[in-house]
């Protein structure tokens, strides 16, 4: 299972408290799991990517184990701690605005 | 006895305000949707629990909400947990975009930019939802970079109008200061394909097929901070308002200037008339004289807020040109508020009710067609919108 850490308002949105675990198709990479939690959750399909490009938001950014992912390609495979669930996948607006 | 439904949509959630007839005592519902912009909310005129909110953020994009009992739960639609995914892709919902498709779109064009080069339309939010009087599940939606959407499965599907986007003048639209809004969507109830819509700044526009075609109607307006001051597009339409009684009569607040039309907005006359400024954003018809309309009058295009800090209404029983000042129950000083497009209403009640909403966070009434005023609230976050609604 992978475990994926929402900004607040979209664990508002997607009425869930806590993570999020999602099975993901081997080996996981950033696609894989947005396309997990976007068939889970489809009132969350345009506010991590974009509904045609399918990039990420300006706004947003991805961290795991102490790493900004946000710039990796989206294919490429999850470090072993995010597949393994030991460590969450955090997605995470900008500090920014009023 | 009936009952009024005021929508407010502010800069950090909604706000549903109800009351009974006298309009005297009221009860403040939400925050809905917190910590979000709700730019617009919008009753069906044929379902009035059926309700729609424009919830959208510079973070996370736009979102379609939807109750269908009065505001006491909402719903996206199409966008419904699904606890065990199959292979079957998800419904759509949320998903605005502009029609490319050789069947029906237009090719994604340009328009320009506040420097007057050429810029890509770019989704940003909807500005302003329209339901259908004839259809509950038909409902249209204004958006920036301005363009027209149409649902006609109750908000989960959206599919652009492009023709309007298509049109020809398109490059010479520009954003204005809010951004390039498709903000006023006007539906004629006594012609299904006829639409009205104004967008900043371009100007306004009416198709008579549907939305297949668009004409720009923006003869009789002068703006003189155009190169051409009567450009048939180009022009800082803030709003547009009609009196659904007298479907072809149009009252406009420019950036500068009220405009009236007689003939579905073929010809602008101005209409300011003694307003001690025409500088404005809303505009609003009283719901059984149609030849009583309302402003609030701003200081001008650089100081948006009330002259000398006296927040007040003006109002025409002629149509325009002579206006008199309500100041009944408004602030007498140190009143430094905007009114933005959108936050002024109209019930339907027999004795009218007005309402508008300011950027300070109060939501105002007049139970008696703008005699006397009161605030509903006083603190709410800055409102971008008001509607209301009157419940049998």
């Known amino acids: 299972m992978i475990r994926v850490e929402l900004p607040y308002h979209l664990r508002t949105l997607a009425q869930v408290k806590g993570e999020v675990a999602l099975d993901v198709p081997a080996p996981p990479t950033m696609r894989g799991v947005l396309d997990a939690l976007e068939a889970r959750f489809p009132m969350l399909r345009g506010t991590i990517r974009d509904h045609v490009t399918q990039q990420r938001r300006p706004f947003l950014r991805f961290f795991a184990c102490a790493q900004d992912l946000s710039h990796e390609p989206q294919d490429a495979p999850l470090p072993d701690a995010i597949a393994s669930g030991r460590e969450p996948l955090v997605i995470i607006g900008a500090i920014a605005g009023g | ?392």
Not at chain 2, 62 to 71: E, K, P, Y
Not at chain 2, 117 to 146: C, L, M, N
Not at chain 2, 169 to 177: D, E, I, L, R, V
Not at chain 2, 233 to 253: E, K
């Open chain 2, 1 to 392: 006895m009936s009952k009024v439904r005021v929508l407010v949509g502010t800069h950090k959630g909604a706000f549903i305000l109800t009351s009974d007839g006298k309009r005297k005592n009221w009860q403040v519902g939400g925050p809905f949707f917190a910590g979000w912009e709700i730019y617009h909310m919008k009753g069906s005129p044929l379902n009035p629990d059926r309700i729609y909110a424009s919830q959208t953020s510079g973070w996370f994009g736009q979102i379609m909400q939807r109750s269908d009992d009065g505001g006491k739960t909402w719903a996206i639609p199409g966008g419904e947990t699904v606890p065990v995914p199959g292979p079957e892709a998800a419904p759509p919902s949320n998903k605005f975009v502009y029609d490319v498709s050789p069947p029906s779109g237009k090719p994604l064009t340009t328009h320009q930019w506040y420097d007057g080069t050429q810029h890509p339309w770019e989704f940003k939010r909807v500005w302003h939802i329209e339901p259908s009087p004839a259809h509950s599940d038909t409902v249209y939606a204004g958006v920036e970079d301005a363009a027209l959407f149409k649902s006609t499965d109750g908000g989960q599907s959206w599919h652009e109008l492009a023709g309007l986007r298509g049109h020809g003048t398109g490059p010479h639209w520009q954003p204005g200061a809010g951004g390039m809004c498709l903000h006023t969507v006007i539906l004629d109830p006594s012609d299904p394909d006829r639409i009205y819509i104004a967008i900043s700044a371009a100007g306004a526009f009416r198709t008579d097929d549907g939305g297949k075609t668009w004409k720009p109607i923006n003869k009789g307006l002068f703006s003189k901070y155009i190169p051409d001051p009567t450009a048939e597009v180009g022009h800082c339409v803030h709003h547009v308002a009609m009196n659904p009684g007298r479907p072809g009569v149009l009252f406009m607040q420019k950036h500068w200037d009220v405009m009236r039309s007689d003939d579905a907005g073929d010809n602008w006359t101005k209409i300011s008339g003694n307003l001690p400024t025409d500088f404005g954003f809303v505009i609003d018809v009283h719901a059984h004289q149609p030849e009583t309309i309302y402003v609030v009058p701003i200081k001008s295009d650089s100081e948006h807020y009330p002259l000398e800090g006296r927040l007040r209404v003006y109002r025409s029983r002629t149509g325009g040109n002579e206006w008199e000042e309500l100041a009944n129950g408004l602030p007498e000083k140190d009143c430094y508020v905007n009114v933005l497009r959108d936050a002024m209403a109209v019930d339907a009640l027999d004795e009218c009710g007005i309402y508008f909403g300011t950027t300070g966070g109060q939501v105002y009434v007049s139970p008696d067609g703008g005699d006397n005023w009161a605030p509903i609230v006083h603190d709410l976050p800055a409102v971008l919108s008001v509607e209301v609604q009157t419940i049998p």
